[in-house]
């Protein structure tokens, strides 16, 4: 038996687990990949990956004497064996030992049924494991398969990233089951007979996604970048044979070029078609043009890094969730150049996301969860995805004492001095109480999104706030990216914001800025602003006081005479764990001379929240509650909410006021009897805009007196 390590691709071993001049050492029960005996026709390998390979490369010799013999079955034999073995390559994706989950083999064996994980979607769900849509169709498989209720464009992109191709090879590699390889080829045959490279074709800028799809943005991108991974998983199995490792290839090589000739122009689908070229580069060197992938890549991910993140250190998309891909897309890219021994990118490319992970850090609530701001999904994002996000970042910045406290919860570093923080370019800011885990912070958003991002959605002013592990206001979510349901969940009334006429804000106004931020003794003061549409601007201001409880003040002003004002507010009502607690919310006495209304959560185990709002104003007073739902995943209801809407026509030439207590509380029924909001004053200018306002608040018997002056 040879003495050195066996490693299917050289891509899974540390740098120094293999030497290129000892052999191969094959452990103790795992069969050794033998090559085919039999000599093929060259008919049976198919298209030219042969002129797409650099033959002069170290190791491809007696394939390159093959060829330039005639004799391609015995150079694709040859490949197969250099690929089996070859030892200069490290991915760190994928690991020395394959150890597939037992979701990787649900999607597996799913795929043997033609039932095909595409992400976010299922057909069912039972004891937490989820069921996919067949494909099959009349012994056929049906790529273009459409579900009754499921109109979300993804569902028709995302099958085109073959999102269960490398769990499958993962499966494969843990059990050996030849029948997950066989399954592979032919299911990927399938698909590149249905779809073939379009071939040196530039897709014209503006054209509808919906017209060569399979083709454009993450589906290519995707695919290149766990084919490296499947190809690694399976090249030890006998049904890997020569034809099939060209087949591979040649495609492989044609969407690396369809790529590099339809790069977005900017956003995050971007940075994953770089990567995926600086990886196809690095990962396959034996491609003729792996330098020219390695350097563009490496180029535009340089380029962009800095294009794409704003000077606070947020993605310009303003999405959490692709905020978080971002940051892993730059990452792991930079540890492929760094284990491959490969200078492209530069010395500084890392030190650069330190701001952007700070974000990350100071984002995520006391119970470590993402809130489900614009786009976001937080069910992607448990605590465990959180804390192996977290201790990427660590392992960037071992000296960041607030990503190694946020990383090692708490163990490792010293607790942060600071309790608020803005990050006024994107429009994100955050206010606690400490950093415990059972602490209480909010979370208020008031995007820029002067650029109209398509993934910030239109409800500028929103917030959530977590206490005790419970998100009390949770964000409505996506539910969908196309369709009435998108329109229905990103709408601005279903967030907790105010709204005029119940409108989304226009795109052209959604420019939210910082006014004011300051801890003045016990408060901590946040003002932010953004114009609600042309004439009529909404200024929210948030006392956070004695770190125990919040006084929002939300004035709507401007030369707009008349407007019906919607305060929006929505409180969890079902918790999405526990499935215990409902939320009551009514108006205090008749509507008609009353201004104030309750709305408070009834959960079981005492974690309560009341909010108390009061209108200044009271022409015209409506009130209304119903159910709303909010979605942590597409396509899933992950919750109920109690939602009320509170209205009132905005005075002739003056402000438009609603002012709320939020507290925490076991018992909101009769905690809302020691809560009293009251009016005092305001100044305004000229132009009828809000110097400074007053006003009284009791809270629990102790009176306090709230103001902002604006110098």
């Known amino acids: 038996m040879k003495k050195l390590f066996f490693c299917l691709l050289g891509g899974a071993m540390m740098l120094n687990s293999c030497t290129d001049d000892s052999g191969i050492f094959v452990p103790d029960g795992i069969k050794e990949p033998t090559l085919p005996v ?39 034999k040859e490949l197969l064996k250099y690929y089996r073995w070859r030892s200069n390559v490290v991915n760190p994706a994928v690991p020395i030992v394959a150890n597939a989950t037992a979701d990787d083999i649900n999607k597996a064996d799913q795929a043997l049924e033609y039932r095909f994980y595409v992400r976010g979607f299922y057909e069912s769900k039972d004891n937490n494991v989820e069921k996919y849509y067949c494909f099959l169709k009349d012994g056929k498989i049906n790529w273009d398969l459409t579900v009754e209720g499921v109109t979300d464009q993804e569902f028709r992109y995302q099958r085109h990233r073959h999102q269960w191709m490398e769990p499958q090879a993962k499966a494969y ?13 032919e299911v990927y045959t399938d698909w590149m007979n249905t779809y073939p490279c379009p071939v040196g074709v530039t897709f014209p800028e503006g054209e509808s996604n919906d017209i060569n799809y399979q083709w454009k943005g993450l589906q290519p991108a995707e695919r290149v970048l766990s084919q490296i991974n499947i190809l690694q998983y399976y090249l030890s199995s006998p049904n890997f044979s020569p034809e099939w490792l060209c087949a591979v290839l040649n495609a492989f090589a044609e969407a690396v070029e369809c790529i590099r000739l339809n790069y977005y122009a900017d956003s995050n689908i971007l940075i994953t078609q770089a990567q995926a070229v600086a990886f196809a580069g690095i990962l396959m060197p034996e491609f003729a043009k792996s330098e020219e992938w390695v350097n563009e890549g490496a180029r535009k991910l340089n380029e962009e890094l800095d294009k794409q993140f ?6 310009y998309e303003l999405d959490p969730s692709y905020h978080i891909a971002a940051i892993e897309d730059f990452r792991s890219t930079y540890e492929v150049f760094k284990v491959n021994n490969n200078n492209a990118l530069p010395a500084d490319f890392i030190s650069r996301l330190e701001k952007a992970s700070e974000f990350v850090a100071d984002l995520i609530y006391p119970n470590y969860s993402i809130d489900n701001f614009n786009d976001t999904r937080n069910s992607s994002y448990s605590k465990s995805v959180i804390i192996k996000n977290l201790n990427s970042y660590k392992s960037m910045f071992p000296e960041n004492n607030l990503i190694k406290w946020m990383a090692s919860e708490g163990k490792e570093g010293t607790i942060p001095s600071y309790t608020t923080k803005a990050y006024p370019e ?10 415990k885990s059972d602490g209480m912070m909010m979370v208020l958003k008031n995007n820029d999104n002067g650029g ?28 969908a990216y196309s369709g009435g349901d998108r329109t229905t969940y990103r709408a601005s009334k279903n967030h907790n914001t105010l709204t005029a006429l119940s409108k989304d804000y226009e795109s052209a106004f959604q420019k939210g800025k910082l006014v004011k931020m300051e801890t003045v003794g016990n408060v901590d003061l946040l003002i932010t602003e953004h114009e609600m549409k042309a004439g009529l601007t909404h200024r929210r201001t948030v006392f956070f006081v004695d770190k125990k409880f919040f006084v929002i003040l939300d004035e709507a002003y401007g030369n707009t005479n008349g407007d019906k004002i919607n305060y929006n507010l929505h409180m969890l009502s079902v918790d999405e764990n526990e499935k215990a607690g409902n939320t009551i919310a009514e108006a205090e006495g008749k509507l008609a001379t009353s201004q104030t209304v309750n709305m408070y959560s009834k959960f079981e185990d005492g974690n309560n929240m009341i909010a108390k709002v009061y209108s200044q104003s009271n022409t015209d007073l409506q009130f ?12 899933i209801v992950s919750g109920k909410r109690k939602s009320i809407q509170f209205t009132a026509r905005k005075p002739k030439n003056d402000v438009s006021r609603f002012i709320t207590v939020i507290s925490p509380t076991e018992d909101g029924n009769s905690f809302k009897d020691k809560i009293s909001i009251s009016f005092v004053s305001s100044q305004l200018d000229e132009n009828k805009v809000p110097l400074s306002t007053e006003i009284k608040v009791k809270v629990d018997n102790k009176d306090y007196e709230l103001k902002y002056p604006l110098q």
Request: hydrophobic fraction near 30%; charge should be negative; aromatic fraction near 14%.
């Open 38 to 76: 039999e000599t093929k026709p060259n008919e049976v390998v198919k298209g030219d990956v042969f002129s797409k390979l650099n033959l002069d490369y170290p190791g491809l010799e007696k394939v390159k004497q093959h060829y330039e013999a005639g004799e391609h079955y015995l150079a694709a």
């Open 310 to 315: 704003l000077p606070d250190g947020t993605h």
């Open 624 to 635: 209304s509650n119903s159910d709303t739902n909010y979605s942590s995943a597409i396509g």
């Open 452 to 479: 109209n991002k398509w993934h910030c959605q239109p409800d500028n002013g929103t917030f959530g706030i977590v206490y005790k592990g419970r998100n009390f206001f949770p964000d409505a979510g996506v539910y």
């Open 426 to 435: 994107s429009g994100y800011y955050m206010l606690r109480d400490g950093w």
């Open 173 to 185: 590699a843990t059990t050996k089951n030849e029948n997950y390889i066989k399954n592979w080829i």
